[in-house]
């Protein structure tokens, strides 16, 4: 019999040998990352800001970050990053102090100056969204809206506890104090900008023609400005009279906006990723930085191969995968959807899941049109739609998979329980369906009797997940920030990729998957993902 020693002194038999070649030949090798959507700086951007040193300041909610953006060339800086510089809005106090507001964890923070240490002056505030300073006093003063509906006077010490000027007032966004020290701002859910006393809460409507108006500043002359997220439009008001003109039309999904020295205005957009400046006299746009996606999660390949449809929160999108065009199909308050973190595809249906919003919607991928949204679900990772018009849905607050029916989606029933961290699942091509679990598992669910079985464990915070055409899995570990092949007949796994994007940790009080790391596999083989750290799309090649 042939024998021969490996490097470790290890007697083989041939026959052994050819057959482990063998085996090593049909495992697949895949090529380095390749960017089909190049990263973007921020993740959804925000609040604006000029500070005394005329630099041009933006917040991100999602991306736990503010970042210092040069508005000449767009280079930008982490100027505090995540998790302490969440910001929905930013204020610069008469001092050069600079504020904001950490809408995700309910938290006001504060520092003097760069060098400064960053305090936290109010807590315990969810929803905590916009503020600013009375430029004469010195006071602040911060409204909640969406998790709440008031407005605080703030404490800059942090000593004493904020003191509550009006609530139930419609949703008082970017907003700004005048030199009479009246706030003058929007309400959101009212379509109206109005002034509002500080002192006694009174209120006064100044303008009702907007769809959404989601911030409002003075400029030099005391013209009021606001953009309107449903429209696109940026609007100057006369104070005097409430008369508005629109100056420039933009992109929907505006949230905010500010004004240099010179009355140039900025204003960012939460869809496109990024932050544009309008000239106030002629209305000549200036996009400053832009982004492909703004916060990438789930990913799903059309039939085709061709498209790679995107949720990426505030919006869904279609990429050309040979050429990484963008198109939009849905974008945040342009368009009826919730905050989409996860998606998947059906016959006729775009779904979309938001634990944000506890939604799950059908969106029809011929008109747009929702045939369907299902409310008040437990932090939905992901859905997907069975042959029969059922639709299954991972909650992960209840660790469950829920069954929802009806035409409305209101018939629930939790058909699997005790689920470790639901995260992603897609339906295999041998009907069951698999789930990971941030506890490590891969596990396949029966939809004849809901039984389970193992697939594989010990996986490093497993969030997406996708089936090759060789019948394994390709998932994504991201507490590992690899790519990792899984063969479901014997549980084997396989690096395929390593050192990727991919991973972002949840800010305090979050879901540990908080934004997820979608994979999508082509009939080819070419393995796409979704990076959360640097908000790019890739792709590997099989070699």
């Keep these: 019999m042939n024998l021969f020693k490996n490097s470790r002194g290890i007697f083989f038999s041939g026959m052994l040998m050819a057959s482990l070649q063998a085996s090593v030949s049909l495992a697949q090798n895949y090529g380095p990352p390749q960017a089909v959507v190049a990263p973007s700086s921020f993740k959804g951007v925000h609040g604006l800001a000029i500070d005394k040193q005329g630099r041009l300041l933006a917040g991100s909610v999602v991306g736990m970050s503010i970042t210092q953006v040069d508005a000449a060339t767009g280079k930008n800086t982490i100027l505090v990053d995540a998790p302490q510089g969440q910001a929905d809005d930013i204020a610069i106090g008469p001092k050069g102090e600079m504020a904001w507001t950490s809408f995700l964890q309910g938290v006001l923070r504060i ?11 109010a807590k315990d505030l969810p929803g905590i969204n916009s503020l600013a300073f009375d430029p004469k006093s010195g006071k602040l003063y911060a409204s909640q809206v969406f998790l709440g509906d008031a407005l605080w006077e703030i404490d800059v010490t942090g ?20 030199a009479d020290g009246w706030i003058v701002g929007p309400l959101w859910f009212k379509g109206q900008v109005v002034k509002l006393n500080p002192i006694d809460g009174e209120m006064k409507v100044i303008n009702s023609e907007f769809k959404v108006p989601a911030a409002a500043n003075f400029d030099s002359k005391g013209n009021i400005w606001v953009v309107d997220a449903k429209t696109g439009g940026l609007y100057r008001i006369h104070a005097a009279d409430g008369k508005r003109t629109r100056v420039a039309q933009l992109e929907t999904g505006l949230d905010n906006l500010a004004l240099d020295k010179n009355d140039n205005i900025y204003v960012s957009n ?11 006299v002629t209305g000549q746009v200036t996009q400053i930085i832009q982004g492909g996606m703004a916060a990438p999660g789930g990913i799903k390949l059309s039939e085709d191969g061709k498209t790679l449809f995107v949720a ?9 995968t040979v050429s990484g065009k963008l198109n939009d199909i849905a974008r945040m308050h342009g368009d009826p959807i919730e905050y989409p973190f996860a998606l998947s595809l059906s016959k006729d249906h775009y779904v979309m899941s938001s634990w944000f919003t506890g939604t799950v919607q059908l969106l029809n991928r011929k008109d747009k049109s929702t045939k369907a949204m299902g409310h008040g679900l437990a932090a939905p990772m992901d859905a997907i ?11 992960l607050a209840s660790g469950a998979l829920t069954q929802l029916s009806g035409a409305d989606l209101h018939d629930k029933k939790q058909v699997v329980t005790g689920l470790q961290g639901p995260t992603q699942m897609i339906l295999g091509k041998d009907g069951g369906v698999y789930i990971t679990e941030l506890s490590g598992r891969l596990v396949r669910v029966d ?10 464990e010990g996986l490093a915070a497993p969030e997406g997940l996708a089936q090759a055409p060789s019948g394994k899995f390709i998932v ?19 690096v395929i ?5 991919i991973g972002f940790e949840a800010g305090p009080g979050l879901p540990p998957p908080y934004l997820t790391t979608g994979v999508a596999v082509a009939a080819d083989g070419t393995v796409y993902f979704s990076a959360d750290r640097n908000n790019g799309i890739y792709k590997i090649k099989p070699q």
């Design 476 to 494: 994504a570990e991201t507490a590992k920030r690899q790519l990792t092949e899984v063969d479901p007949s014997n549980g084997i796994k396989r």
């Design 312 to 320: 990426h929160v505030f919006g869904l999108r279609a990429v050309d």
């Design 159 to 178: 000593v004493k506890p904020p003191r509550l000027i009006k609530k139930d007032m419609g949703g008082l966004n970017g907003f700004e104090v005048g």
């Design 111 to 121: 520092r003097e100056n760069d060098s400064a240490p960053i305090r936290v002056i």
């Design 385 to 395: 739609e069975l042959g029969d018009g059922r639709v299954l849905v991972l909650e």
């Design 447 to 456: 939809t004849a009797d809901w039984s389970q079985k193992t697939i594989s």
């Design 270 to 280: 939460m869809v496109d990723n990024g932050v544009q400046q309008i000239n106030p």
């Design 497 to 501: 990729a390593s050192d990727l994007p």
